[in-house]
């Protein structure tokens, strides 16, 4: 669940090995497209004459009409029409998007692009937030921040997500480059408070510092005292996932001497009576994360509080809200001022009931984007569903995850938010307990849907009523929603609900699946069925060898495949390896002094343009 709680990723574009393979950037030949002598006829008193048009003109031109190219799959497009586009685009790409770290080496990026300003780089797959792969499988960050200080020295932004990240990879990034200004971690671990004090003291120009659900060390390190004195460029500042008290005179001088501040995101050590120091001095925010919400001790009768309504309401400009943690629901009315101007609010961390909640949503009318707790149940939603007729997207996270917990919502709040929400483009749900009536009614009132992800925790749970599999409910889904890229489908699940994915999930690009489907025909559905499948991720189903064999014309497009705990052999899995030599596959035992003859524990297969990596930890066997 960490993942879901972050910002959604955009899958609309996927970076290919192949646009960082393409033709090799040291081969002077070129195509015939390229060759062709282009100009124009002069007719004259001494015949005709036809000057040249040299390559390196046509380059530079390419190259200025190229400099408006923002999409990534333009931009892969065009590198691929011939070698004088291919050079152009390489030399005119500032913006880089590696979706898996071991796809590429270092070495091949940087000598390919060689102008690069800003680099996201994504690491271990997702199943790795849910526990479901082991520690120290790798994604290490160091290989790729020592290549990119020789060859980047101008880059300034830089993403990193599921990367493991050093203290020291931190001290290499801070002294390698002079202008560097953004840094986002998301869900990465590895550093620690002192690896952020080199960040803050040695990036005199840092605009953004956003650590988001990243597992941040306590080194007894005061970082955030670290940040140059003086006015800074400060924009953003994210710090709710980091588990350990900061200096809050320290964070007070900091926010005050950042008139660029914008975004400010407060971990649990923050109260509120020191929220109300921090946003008198800075009401120009725009996203504010609140901390804990609660005071840090109790206060007596005859104490005058802050007027917290007031200092909210001189937040003019404030569009998004979170925060929310050990919240005192008492202190809710504060935020009433704002709420008529937020398009964000993320209650996910608030453990409130449908009541508590109804004082605020009825106030929220402009509402896009919303995370909450299962605690306001069926009647908290449907309290949104009567007020934000402009949400786009929803995710509704479980205050209990057991399998066996209690299912506060359920099929009615899912059905309201499909009536009242027909705007709606993600939707995110945890339940215990649905109905196909209810999916299929939010089908045809959300058909502009792109992500929609049910997740039944119960494991093959039917429809509650019924009785019958969630077969209509999915395919409904996929049959209304013609815009659908995201699919997570859980319950009691045949094949037939696979079937309808690979007949109509045409544009699906990301499926999970969790304790589902009858057997191998299923899966072979999907991968016969859906052609832009990028990734895929499945747990805990019946699917083994001749389900994986199905999918071999199709590997070498995706992104890539997880199973856990399905039935394959490993035979199978070296099977798949031989036919197809350009993926990678690792067989990944979970635990590695039982090393097994018969059945993988974990299967993880990427397409990759160098290979097997050469840092894989025992428990890894790469076939």
């Not at 002069?42 to 380059?59: I, K, N, R, S, T």
């Not at 550093?191 to 605009?207: D, E, K, W, Y």
């Not at 206060?299 to 309401?313: H, T």
Request: charged fraction near 25%.
């Amino acid at each position: 669940m960490i993942e879901d709680r972050t910002e959604m990723s955009d899958d609309g574009e996927s970076a290919s090995p192949a646009d960082l393979a393409g033709r090799s950037a040291t081969d002077t030949s070129s195509s015939s497209s390229s060759n062709t002598s282009r100009g124009c006829t002069v007719a004259g008193g001494f015949g005709d004459y036809v000057p040249p048009f040299p390559d390196q003109v046509l380059e530079n031109v390419l190259e200025n009409v190229m400099l408006f190219l923002t999409s990534r799959s333009d931009r892969n497009a065009v590198s691929l029409v011939c070698k004088s586009w291919y050079r152009a685009e390489a030399l005119t790409r500032s913006e880089l998007f590696i979706g898996n770290c071991y796809a590429v080496s270092p070495r091949r990026v940087t000598q390919r692009f060689r102008w690069v300003r800003a680099v996201t780089l994504k690491g271990k797959p997702r199943f790795a937030d849910f526990n479901l792969m082991p520690l120290n499988w790798g994604a290490h960050f160091a290989p790729w921040v020592a290549a990119m200080g020789n060859s980047y020295r101008a880059l300034e932004k830089l993403c990193l997500k599921r990367m493991s990240v050093k203290d020291e990879d931190l001290d290499l990034l801070a002294h390698s480059f002079p202008y560097f200004k953004e840094l986002v971690l998301v869900c990465c671990d590895g550093f620690g408070t002192s690896g952020l004090a080199v960040i803050a003291n040695n990036c005199r120009q840092l605009r953004v510092l956003d650590l988001i659900e990243a597992e941040v060390s306590d080194d007894e390190v005061d970082w955030i005292s670290c940040f140059p004195e003086g006015e800074t460029s400060l924009e953003s500042l994210i710090f709710d996932c980091v588990e350990c008290p900061i200096d809050f005179v320290s964070l007070e001088r900091l926010v005050r001497r950042s008139p660029l501040l914008k975004k400010l995101r407060l971990n649990r050590y923050v109260n509120i009576g020191q929220l109300y120091r921090l946003i008198i001095r800075a009401p120009q925010l725009t996203h504010l994360g609140t901390g804990s919400f609660n005071p840090s001790e109790i206060v007596a009768d005859a104490d005058q509080e802050p007027d917290y309504v007031s200092a909210f309401a001189a937040c003019r400009s404030l569009v998004c809200l979170s925060g929310f943690r050990e919240i005192v629901s008492d202190y809710l009315p504060a935020i009433y001022p704002v709420c008529a101007n937020l398009t964000s609010l993320n209650f996910s961390y608030a453990n409130i009931n449908a009541e508590q909640l109804r004082s605020v949503i009825r106030h929220c009318h402009k509402l896009q984007i919303f995370w909450v707790l299962d605690s306001v149940c069926d009647e908290g939603l449907q309290a949104v569903a009567a007020t934000c007729q402009d949400l786009r997207e929803l995710r509704v996270f479980p205050i209990d995850a057991r399998e066996d917990g209690e299912g506060p919502v359920s099929e009615v709040g899912l059905r309201a938010i499909s009536e009242g929400c027909r705007k709606l483009r993600s939707i995110l749900y945890f339940c215990q307990k649905m109905t196909n009536a209810a999916v299929i009614a939010m089908s045809k009132n959300c058909p502009d849907l792109v992500v929609f992800r049910l997740c039944i925790m119960g494991r093959h749970r039917p429809d509650h009523i019924t009785g019958e599999p969630m077969d209509e409910g999915f395919g409904a889904i996929v049959k209304n929603c013609k815009k659908l890229t995201r699919l997570a489908v859980s319950g009691l699940l045949t094949d037939r609900a696979f079937s309808y994915i690979g007949q109509y999930g045409k544009l699906v690009r990301t499926l999970s699946v969790a304790f589902a489907g009858d057997g191998d025909t299923g899966l072979k559905y999907v991968l016969e069925g859906c052609p832009r499948l990028q990734k895929l991720e499945i747990r805990d189903s019946p699917f083994g060898d001749s389900a994986l064999h199905s999918g071999l014309h199709h590997y070498y497009n995706m992104r890539f495949l997880w199973m856990s705990s399905c039935r394959l052999t490993l035979q199978g899995c070296k099977e798949i390896a031989q036919q197809l030599p350009r993926l990678v596959v690792e067989v990944i035992n979970v635990d590695e002094d039982e090393m097994k003859d018969d059945y993988v524990d974990i299967l993880y297969m990427y397409r990759s343009l160098e290979g097997p990596r050469d840092d894989a930890p025992r428990f890894v066997q790469i076939l």
